[in-house]
């Protein structure tokens, strides 16, 4: 079974329903679930790396971050779904269906994550992550277009799973591996799932592909939202916590994210190839570079205005970034 994508094409065509789509999504998940507690009752961690247990203590305060992202995206793909459902039915369903699976299956999943990596710590013989620190990282979502956040959280997640799939990879304790391993294989069907949204949303008109290639640019760009903490200048925040701008790098940290745990040359290869697939599946236009990508969200952006003014334009290079609010960008993974 994999996740559907072509929602659209499958509602006008195959008269694929609400329910039809709400029930496979509940199959998928029934299928792929697995138990934190089941995992953790017979195992213990053995071998305590300094690597091993930074990455946790991240891993488990990043988790904490999902929750407001995911209520964020129940309530407001509601709310959109009742404003353009007369004019709108199939992008209805599809912000229902995205709605449904967030606060269903995303929330519950990522319930996982957060139970699973703060429980290990623990095993590793680390205090519960303070009560105050729990509260800050629930700040709430901001309010944002619908298809930008569901390219951002494809990203979020993108970046997730290759750092997860590399501690997985380089992990010393067979337990730790392993718990890596599965959260890692979720976060993978979060990004399809994500991407499988933003291709719903752009083929129902309820968005144009202009959004997903802003959201994709701004995350991929030089200095751009992936290279978290590593950023020159970072962005101001109301109340809500980005993980990734999170990441404790410093020399002396006993804490401190090795580059080669999260942001070699190669794993940032992996996440730029990753995201530029999503913006194909959600636009059909295919990037092989974040170069290219600029280039095609530029002229987005010229074919835009043109079409608001009825006169041909040429934007300037470096305006185009204005169209990015990017005070809104906040997510969780
Ligand atoms: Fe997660
Ligand atoms: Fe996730």
Redesign the pocket.
Known sequence: MRIMMDLVRAIRDDKLTLTNILRAQQEYHEQRRWSVFDVLKTRRPHRIDPRDRAALWHAARAELT?QPAGIRLAVDGVKLANEIRSANPVGAIVLHAAAAWSARY?LE??AH?EVAYGMLLEMLGDAPIPEDEVVEHRGFFPEDNYARVCVLQACV?TE?AVTYGEMAKKAHDPLVRDVFLAIMR??VQ?RQYFASFAQALVDAEVYPAKDVLAMAFTWLRPNGETHGSKREKQSEREGFVNWWERVRTGDDDDLALHDEQIRSAQLQAKKERSILKVVAEATGQRYATVHELQRGYFRSLVAGRRAESGVSMIVPRGEADADVDLASIAAA?
């Open positions: 999902t995303w999943e990522e994550h997640e997730a979720d976060e979060h993974g």
